[in-house]
T-cell receptor, first 111, second 113 residues
């Protein structure tokens, strides 16, 4: 009965590859988010998405793109992976004007 | 430019002590200030949050103090326990405009038995 789940938990890949991280929430929330946590534990918002609006943090490279097949899922696609993309990526969800709940994270390592 | 500054980076207290973590923000439009707790290998979990129309909020052993004029807010943990050892993050957002959280740098708290 996990509220916000992510797959995979660990992802190791080579530079230049394209990869996706999946996120699913079973809370009935209508807004989902992606955050990046770097090696120094700093958390940074990447995207906010609901069925009406995608808000992109201006610092996020356009190699990153969120894709939502339905209201319960927000997947993160990353093209042409770079060493600097290595981090832990967290998905979160919330009801409109409510607090955010985070998933367990996906540790991405680019070699 | 770091919009939310958090201090200290690390903190060690004895069991029963009252650790205090401070945050300062720059954007006066921020209207939602949550605190998150993160254990190793886990996602951040919401502890407590405050809106700027109140100066203090308590939930169990956790208290947020908020000073709007100084653009500062802090987390107090009463009667701290070893199980409180974790990394704590303050954050701020425009609650009604996407609620995209801007996080502080985190504080690693260790509570010694």
């Amino acid at each position: 009965d996990t509220a916000v789940s992510q797959t995979p938990k660990y992802l190791v890949t080579q530079m230049g590859n394209d990869k996706s991280i999946k996120c699913e929430q079973n809370l009935g929330h209508d807004t989902m988010y992606w955050y990046k946590q770097d090696s120094k534990k700093f958390l940074k918002i990447m995207f906010s998405y609901n069925n009406k609006e995608l808000i992109i943090n201006e610092t996020v490279p356009n190699r990153f793109s969120p894709k939502s097949p339905d209201k319960a899922h927000l997947n993160l696609h990353i093209n042409s992976l770079e060493l600097g993309d290595s981090a832990v990526y967290f998905c979160a969800s919330s009801q409109v004007f409510q607090e955010q709940y985070f998933g367990p994270g996906t540790r991405l390592t680019v070699t | 430019q770091q919009q939310v500054k958090q201090s200290p980076q690390s903190l060690i207290v004895q069991k029963g002590g009252i650790p205090i973590i401070n945050c300062a923000y720059e954007n006066t439009a921020f209207d939602y200030f949550p605190w998150y707790q993160q254990f190793p290998g886990k996602g951040p979990a919401l502890l407590i949050a405050i809106r700027p129309d109140v100066s203090e909020k308590k939930e169990g052993r956790f208290t947020i103090s908020f000073n709007k004029s100084a653009k500062q807010f802090s987390l107090h943990i009463m009667d701290s326990q070893p199980g409180d050892s974790a990394t704590y993050f303050c954050a701020a957002s425009l609650f009604n405009a996407g609620n995209m959280l801007t996080f502080g740098g985190g504080t690693r708290l260790m509570v010694k038995p």
